[in-house]
């Protein structure tokens, strides 16, 4: 199957996300709360999920998303005036919306999986994000186990060389049919995209998150030390990194496992996953095992992961083992 209506609607999706994320951003001041489990989330974040839940939805009625956000966390009455501030970000494309509408838009998130469900994350890298600096749309559809559309908006990405820096860019990938970068805006020219050449482990540069509670930076350093290589990893939020690593700017992300027990988030990897597969490289957690999107919100089958362009893969692993 060639997913051409599944890609084009993620497209339109993805777009239309990433300009109301844009918008936000520039007048940040008072956007965010902070959810139960204590982590930042922007009237952006609502915002998105709606809007590429509703696109969805429209096109494919029987198609589950597994997205992070909920409009649980919009109800109470002293949150009605931040519901209110989602509402008149849709408001524009949606003339006269009401707030049900809305809350019932961004719980389209909360599907279960099954054959055949896609994966959101409405805003990739919330704290990159508040401090404006890197963040993604990411999406991702996968059928029986397998991630077969992905794709990664980067709106503070600078597209490439010839290409207006400022539009952002917009990562995407069928299976089998290679990755691809776009400019953000409407304009649909594309280039291919193909992970680094670099197949000296010494010569690798790392990317890695900005937060250290996120992967262990010290561990990073260890592997770096341990394959020789001198230059600092670049620390830069969201799944950025895995559109870094599929264009070959970087030839690695490292996400080492830090406090025992969490679990990776099936949302915080599909839109990035397949893009760096397709453009040639290769993804696995920290035992070499591929990644299992088939049980639930969760990776539970993995523990960390280890994104490469594919050469230097094996070494990575073998660094890892050995800092284990
Ligand atoms: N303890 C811990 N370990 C691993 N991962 C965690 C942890 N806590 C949060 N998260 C998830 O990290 C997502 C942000 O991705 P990054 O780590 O690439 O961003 S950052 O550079 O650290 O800001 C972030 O995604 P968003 O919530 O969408 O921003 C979280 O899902
Ligand atoms: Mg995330
Ligand atoms: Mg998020
Ligand atoms: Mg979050």
Not at 229 to 256: C, F, H, M, N, W
Not at 303 to 310: A, E, H, L, T, Y
């Amino acid at each position: 199957m060639g997913f051409e209506k599944e890609l084009a609607t993620a497209l339109e999706a993805v777009r239309e996300a990433s300009e109301i994320c844009r918008k936000v951003q520039k007048e940040i001041a008072g956007s965010s709360l902070e959810k139960d489990d204590r982590s930042p989330v922007t009237i952006a974040d609502f915002a998105s999920q709606a809007v590429v839940c509703r696109i969805l939805t429209d096109a494919f009625p029987n198609d589950p998303i597994i997205g992070e956000e909920t409009a649980a966390d919009l109800l109470s009455d002293e949150r009605r005036p931040f519901l209110d501030r989602v509402v008149g970000l849709l408001t524009p494309a949606n003339p006269g919306v009401h707030a049900e509408t809305v809350c019932g838009w961004i719980d389209a998130g909360r599907g279960d999986g099954g054959d055949r469900f896609w994966t959101l994350d409405p805003i990739d890298g919330t704290k990159g994000f508040l401090r404006g600096e890197q963040y993604a749309v990411s999406l991702a559809l996968i059928v029986d186990g397998q991630i077969v559309v992905s794709l990664l908006g980067c709106p503070n990405l600078s597209a490439e060389d010839g290409w207006d820096r400022d539009t952002g860019c917009l990562f995407s990938a069928v299976r089998g049919k290679g990755a691809t970068l776009r400019r953000l805006d409407g304009s649909n020219e594309t280039k291919p995209v193909r992970v680094s050449g670099t197949g000296k482990a010494s010569a690798a540069r790392f990317c890695e998150s900005v937060e250290s509670g996120h992967s262990a930076h010290g561990r990073s350093s260890q592997i770096a030390a341990l394959l020789g290589i001198e230059s600092t990893p670049v620390r830069l939020d969201s799944q950025a990194k895995y559109g870094v690593v599929a264009r070959g700017e970087a030839d690695a992300y490292l996400r080492l496992p830090t406090k025992a027990g969490y679990r990776e988030k099936i949302w915080d990897h599909a839109g990035g996953v397949l893009v760096v597969e397709e453009a040639g490289g290769k993804v696995s957690d920290v035992d070499g095992k591929p990644l299992e999107f088939t049980h639930g919100r969760e990776l539970s089958a993995n523990r960390g992961v280890i994104v490469s362009n594919g050469l230097i893969h094996d070494a990575l692993l073998e660094a890892v083992a050995r800092t284990a």
